[in-house]
T-cell receptor
Framework: KQEVTQIPAALSVPEGENLVLNCSFTDSAIYNLQWFRQDPGKGLTSLLLIQSSQREQTSGRLNASLDKSSGRSTLYIAASQPGDSATYLC???????????FGKGTSLLVTP | GAGVSQSPSNKVTEKGKDVELRCDPISGHTALYWYRQSLGQGLEFLIYFQGNSAPDKSGLPSDRFSAERTGGSVSTLTIQRTQQEDSAVYLCASIPGLSSTDTQYFGPGTRLTVL
């Protein structure tokens, strides 16, 4: 069974800092890995999707990397802003299924 | 266009009552998922509908849970004889194509509280 772990569980940084969120998974046989953002009382918003054949994806200040062989992904946020405060979820789609396997998330607080 | 919508946004019920949660996927999306997010836990897969195929119910935690999708669009998740451990946020997602590797679009969720 695929296990997805996110570290740290919570993070507080001052505005302007660069930061890295970590995600690890136990089964490297994956189709893709996604990073989502979840705001309180709202659904999930997809940030980046990395296919298993890719190493990284970038969108604006966000960069996600994937090392499938070691079962790791990182989400890098550059020049953090208070509006980045949210919970960030990592999810993998394994070859054997069609449902995403989620980590428990990292709760990020960016202070002004 | 409109995203995935869910209703109600919040539901408070008494233990033992039945509840129905509704999901309206994005128009034209062929596949629909239900997930559950319990406090302190990651999202947990419940059920998957793809077109006219039989749904994958392998994630449903007990026979008190059931779901249907009418006309390939709206879906209803029903929980019978609710228990306190059913308290969670129930999220629905849909994908545009026939490939399960497409990005999933999530609704805002229904927060269920069982007293």
């Amino acid at each position: 069974k695929q296990e997805v772990t996110q570290i740290p569980a919570a993070l507080s940084v001052p505005e302007g800092e660069n930061l890295v969120l970590n995600c690890s998974f136990t089964d490297s046989a994956i189709y893709n890995l996604q990073w989502f953002r979840q705001d309180p009382g709202k659904g999930l918003t997809s940030l980046l999707l990395i296919q298993s054949s890719q190493r990284e994806q970038t969108s604006g200040r966000l960069n996600a990397s994937l090392d499938k062989s070691s079962g790791r992904s990182t989400l890098y946020i550059a020049a953090s802003q208070p509006g980045d405060s949210a919970t960030y979820l990592c999810a993998v789609l394994t070859n054997s299924g069609y449902a995403l396997n989620f980590g428990k998330g990292t709760s990020l607080l960016v202070t002004p | 266009g409109a995203g995935v919508s869910q209703s109600p946004s919040n539901k408070v019920t008494e233990k033992g009552k039945d509840v129905e949660l509704r999901c309206d996927p994005i128009s034209g999306h062929t596949a629909l998922y239900w997930y559950r997010q319990s406090l302190g836990q990651g999202l947990e897969f419940l059920i998957y509908f793809q077109g006219n195929s039989a749904p994958d119910k392998s994630g449903l935690p007990s026979d008190r849970f059931s779901a249907e999708r009418t006309g390939g669009s709206v879906s209803t998740l029903t929980i019978q004889r609710t228990q306190q451990e059913d308290s969670a946020v129930y999220l629905c997602a849909s994908i545009p194509g026939l490939s399960s590797t497409d990005t999933q679009y999530f609704g805002p969720g229904t927060r269920l509280t069982v007293l």
